[in-house]
């Protein structure tokens, strides 16, 4: 596996990565933008639109026959965020050419479809379609409501609005219900010629192809774009002081089981930091398995909740922790998390305990290999926070840490906000 990045043209950038390992290859583009109250909303749709065709195949039937003659690929819009930074665009997955029956070129065909969707959509009195935009604004308006429907997801989201309130990472990465509906088609045509001009792109690729083939199907199928001027750089969130005093939200709804989140600063420990292994190591250990302390003990031994584990934003710099519980139990259970967190500052796990995280921190690491869409989106991580890690390196770094390093990494979290979601009384 050679992994090679390029710069094709001003902030569009390639990652290649080039191996004979799958049968199929990966191929995407993707806008990336800061997440801003005032786009949020008309990022996350232009993906969804550009899929619905472009000028040679304007609609679903004629995208879908010419993806067939792809050997049935697939495409779907995307939106991600990665720390403060909003990434929407296209991800198709193709037959690798070395599969193809009569030899002939699949890689090229795609990226020029691809090509075609995002700088020649289907229009209408020069805008985009009245009907897609519509459409698919319903479609983003419904998905947006229907997080309350999944309790464990939107109790982090909740978390993530209320702590990080007034910074970017507060904002839903899918925008406002009623933005989405209310959205012109000229104004989504004005936001996407401002993305071609001004957002960073990254391009991916994931295959059998040398990086120089993949480098001229991209460069030719995006040759039309705009000139690009005021490129907007893409940096890592600033580090934020934590709250004084940890805060304290809740919700009352009509569920059955509660939902504590717990939600730390790193202290300014981030993709970027030396520290950064030490801490994937010390997330692992603390939450991240289950092997971890509040598996094992808040879960386990106690009985407190139903479910508990932690998660790090490596860009953003925030490690929260999700659990289910009893009503009645969440002052307890929230004790004994924070216990659990204690006991790792003061160092107080074992060889065993640390090499376990670190084994498998490690072993996640070396999944990705095996997986194109965990390579894809390692790598769209990797060009957010303008680093260019191996999984492999990375994994190296990781089993060198001690525990020392892990304690120490630990001590610079500070908690900084708590969420409860629970029943309505009566």
């Known amino acids: ?21 799958f049968k199929s290859s990966r191929l995407s583009l993707t806008l990336m933008a800061p ?29 879908a026959a010419a993806l067939d003659e792809l050997y049935g690929g697939e495409l779907e819009a995307s939106v991600r965020q990665q720390g403060e930074t909003q990434c929407v665009g296209l991800t198709g997955s193709f037959l690798d050419d070395s599969y193809s029956l009569d030899g002939s070129p699949i890689l090229e065909p795609a990226a020029r479809l691809l090509g ?26 419904d998905c947006i409501q229907a997080q309350v429907n999944e309790k464990r997801q939107y109790a982090l989201l909740r978390l993530k609005e209320q702590m990080c309130r007034g910074e970017p990472y507060g904002l839903n990465k899918l925008g406002f219900a009623d933005e989405a509906l209310s959205i012109s088609p000229e104004r989504l045509w004005e936001r996407c010629q401002q993305l071609l001009s ?39 969130p600033a580090a934020v002081a934590p709250a004084q005093q940890p805060r304290f939200f809740e919700d009352a709804m009509d569920v059955t089981q509660g939902k504590l989140v717990l939600g730390w600063r790193t202290g300014g420990i981030n993709l970027r930091s030396e520290q950064f292994p030490a801490l994937q190591v010390f997330n692992a250990l603390y939450g991240g398995t289950s092997t971890s302390k509040l598996f094992m003990n808040v879960r386990e031994r106690l009985s407190l909740c139903y479910y508990a584990s932690s998660a790090l934003d ?9 659990s289910g519980i009893e009503f009645d139990k969440a002052e307890q259970a ?14 107080e796990f074992t060889e065993q305990e640390l090499q376990a995280a670190r084994s498998a921190v490690v072993s996640s690491l070396k999944a990705s290999l095996d997986s194109q869409g965990l390579l894809e989106q390692y790598w769209q991580s ?11 390196e990375l994994a190296r770094s990781v089993e060198q840490v001690t525990a020392e390093q892990v304690a120490d990494a630990a001590g610079k979290l500070q908690l900084d906000a708590v969420y409860f979601l629970k029943g309505k009384e009566g």
């Open 198 to 236: 001004t957002a960073p792109i990254a391009l991916y690729y994931c295959g059998s192809a040398p990086a120089e083939r993949v480098e001229q199907a991209l460069g030719e199928a995006l040759s039309g774009l705009p000139e690009r001027k005021n490129i907007q750089s893409v940096s890592l």
């Open 314 to 322: 490596s860009l953003k710099g925030l490690m929260l922790v999700s």
């Open 35 to 63: 997440m801003e109250r005032e786009t949020v909303t008309a990022n996350a749709l232009l993906p969804s639109v550009l899929r619905r065709g472009c000028r040679q195949y304007p609609d679903n039937q004629a995208l």
């Open 1 to 21: 596996m050679k992994v090679i990045q390029k710069e094709l043209m001003p902030q569009v950038t390639l990652t290649a990565v080039c191996t004979d390992k």
């Open 382 to 392: 990797q060009a957010a926070a303008g680093l260019c890690c191996g999984p492999e």
């Open 116 to 141: 075609q969707l995002l700088l020649e959509p289907a229009l209408e009195n020069g805008a985009f379609r009245r009907d897609y935009v519509r459409g698919e604004g319903k479609n983003l308006a």
């Open 334 to 347: 929230r004790e004994e998390i924070l216990a659990q967190f204690r006991a790792c500052v003061r160092g």
